[in-house]
Every structure is written in C-alpha cells, then in structure tokens.
C-alpha cells in the first residue's frame, strides 16, 4: 500500500521520535540541526525532494579548511571516501567547507522512520569520525595522510545517541 504521507511529515516524526530538537527552514523542504558528537558540534541539513521520493542529509564540518591546506584535506576525502559503502565526504575549495552527505531513495511509498534516523545518525558519525584527522592536518600539512588515517587515537568511542541542540 503506497503511503501518501508527505516525506517532510516523516523526517519531523523521525526527529521527534528520537527527541532531536530541529528547526524548518521557511519556503523550502530543508530541516537543520546541530548534534552535540564526541569531537565536535556537527550541523546537519536533511532536504526533501517529495516527487523523487529521496531525502539527502548533510552534515557539515565545524571549521573550514584554509587554502594552504585543502590538497592534503582532498587527498585524506579521497581516501576515506574508498573505504565507504555508503555515503561520501565532499569538499567545496570555494569557501572551504567539508560535507558528508548521505541520500535515500524510498521505493513504494515506504517511508520508515528507522531508515531516516539511521541516515542521520550515519552523517553525525563519519563527519565526527573524520573530525580530528583534518584537524591534524591543518596543524601539520605536511605529513603523511596514510599514516594519520591509519591512526587510531583519534577515532571517538562509539555511541548509541546523539543530542541535537538548537542555535
């Protein structure tokens, strides 16, 4: 049976059932929020594209990357990037900014809210995940990304909830 409830109703049923506080952004299909993670506050933007039946979160790094080091902060993407299943990080060398975006497809109308959260979840964690790594790198450029990638110090310890706040 095809669920003719609007997707944007479900990512706000998603958000509420895990008591994530949201803010809608006024005209478009777009939530925003902010989730307290291990390393860092972590923004993240879930859009809704209703006649797709898709959803794509982004989560966004905490600072931006400088100049002087976004070729070593692309090849350290790059890397992590191939060891992904699902989801991939982005850089933007306009402005900077680091993202981590995930997208879903629903298919017959299923819209489960376990599948939304689940999305979102994995967007808090990879861009917490790869927080403190380029952090390294932009306090040392030139050292080597596979041995830092290869490091497991900086990996936060793994945990079942985030909270979310609003700015």
Known sequence: MQNTEPLLIKVKE????????FREVPGKKVIES??????????????????????????KLSFKVDSATQAPIHEALMRTN????????EANPENGEVYFRITNVFSDGQRDVEVITSLVRTAIVEMDRIT????EIMRNPNQSISDLLA?????????????????
């Open 14 to 21: 998603s958000f509420d059932s895990a008591k994530w506080q």
């Open 34 to 59: 902010e989730f307290e993670a291990h390393h860092a506050k972590v923004p993240l933007h879930v859009q809704v594209f209703e006649e797709l039946e898709t959803i794509s979160v982004v989560s």
């Open 82 to 89: 191939i060891t992904l299943s699902i989801g991939n990080f």
């Open 132 to 135: 403190p790594y380029l952090a």
């Open 151 to 167: 490091r497991k110090d900086l990996l936060p310890e793994i945990k079942s909830d985030f909270d979310s706040e609003k700015k």
